[in-house]
Nanobody, 131 residues
């Protein structure tokens, strides 16, 4: 079975930093495309950042310049370094890996993060930023 294990969420004051990590196991393909999504109550799921199978990064406009995505050497771990955090960054953050037929991580954004059937999803980790 494919499993994604996330860690690193928590509470921080505005301007602070957090690092999220996600490790995928049981995925039968090398160099998976992986991404971080977030969803706050009453809002749609947003693709925050992703890295493609050939290691190209993507950032949403809301986090570009503040967040950095990186991979471990084995490419089955992805990190999200979050700096200059704002209260608007408060959300549940979900890690995901694109599954066959490898459509699009961008398409995973929508009404509900975990509803997109073409991703494997982590359990989610809460990030709370206070002003």
């Amino acid at each position: 079975d494919v499993q994604l294990v996330e860690s690193g969420g928590g509470s921080v004051q505005a301007g602070g930093s957090l690092r999220l990590s996600c490790t995928v196991s049981g995925f039968p393909f090398d160099e998976p495309a992986m991404g971080w999504y977030r969803q706050a109550p009453g809002t749609e799921c947003e693709l925050v950042s992703s890295v493609s199978s050939d290691s190209r990064p993507y950032y949403s406009a809301s986090v570009e310049g503040r967040f950095t995505i990186s991979q471990g050497d084995a490419k089955n771990t992805v990190y999200l370094h979050m700096n200059s955090l704002k209260p608007d960054d408060t959300a549940v953050y979900y890690c995901a890996v694109l599954k066959p037929p490898f459509l699009s991580l961008v398409a995973g954004a929508g009404a509900s993060c975990i509803a997109y059937e073409y991703n494997y999803w982590g359990q989610g980790t809460q990030v709370t930023v206070s002003s």
